[in-house]
């Protein structure tokens, strides 16, 4: 069997794509209860969970935006958390072109200082227009299209002057870029980082060293947690639903005992800081998020399937107790 690569889609365009889907997401505005407008240089901005509640529905469009309309996502019924059975499913045949080079939400954006800073995390399909993050170095995509959208985790839109900066980095005009808003504390917000249950397990498997042109196919599956108004408890729960309750299942060309070992190393319960809710981890460390070990942020378990043997090897479990503890918290 032949290797498959990020670069076998190459024609694809993530951002011509999740245009389509903005453009359905505008349409429906009012019944997603989410508000568009426009900036002051023009650029088209979409409030999915700040001034406007948004909602579920939006949240799942939000999710494909993010992997430039290259993964489906779906809310369903799931019996790994038998008391929050309600899960976003996500699914990609291109999955390191839509997790990686577009859903990972790896462009640290930030604009001025002190109590009228600006500072959010970018995820969507302009991150590979712009190229800017080292991550770019590794994978063979770069994207060209008329139209760019961003989405930012935050509960307020982007100050013009960083809009012209990012527009800049795009090689587009202000006017046409998107930029859809929502924080973590949102339905919509919440819904868009729960359905990264994908993203974090290829991230992790680029961490690990396993070659990013031998996966073909992924899908994941993690409980909707609730919502809560602070940010901090609301970013551990998003965290904990993959942490500690996300499935994902990877197919993988190459030796078969190479995908054992991936099974082995690439569940959450690898790290030394698992056992804990998040938001307790989280302050541990006083708030530091990068003093966490990297290696926790992946699903509680894994199924990778070797294609030229047709075996399948399976790591970790989840955990519908410490789902508990996160989500009653």
Known sequence: MNELAATDVPSVSVNARAADLVRKLTAKAPELRIGVAKGELGETLIDAGSKHIGSISAGLVLAEICMGGLGDVLLCPNADTPRWPWSVMVRSSNPVIACLASQYAGWNLSHGGGKGAFFALGSGPARALSRKEALFRELDYADAAAEATLVLESDQPPPAALVEQIARDCRLAPSKMTFIYAPTCSLAGGCQ???????????????????????????????????????????????????????????????????????????????????????????????????????????????????ETGESFRGGRVDPTLIEASFNA
């Open 193 to 307: 980082v729960v359905a990264r249950v994908l993203e974090v397990a290829l991230h992790k498997l680029h961490g690990l060293k396993f070659p990013l042109a031998r996966v073909v196919e992924g899908m994941g599956v993690a409980p909707l947690s609730p919502p809560h108004p602070d940010f901090v408890t609301a970013m551990g729960r998003t965290n904990d639903a993959i942490i500690y309750a996300g499935r994902v299942h990877v197919f993988v060309t190459g030796p078969a005992a190479e995908a054992k070992t991936l099974a082995e190393h690439l569940p959450s319960r690898t790290s030394r800081d698992y056992g804990r809710p998040f938001a307790e981890i989280f302050r541990r460390y006083d708030g530091d998020f990068y003093a966490v070990d990297p290696m926790l942020f992946s699903p509680a378990e894994v199924t990778i399937t070797a294609l």
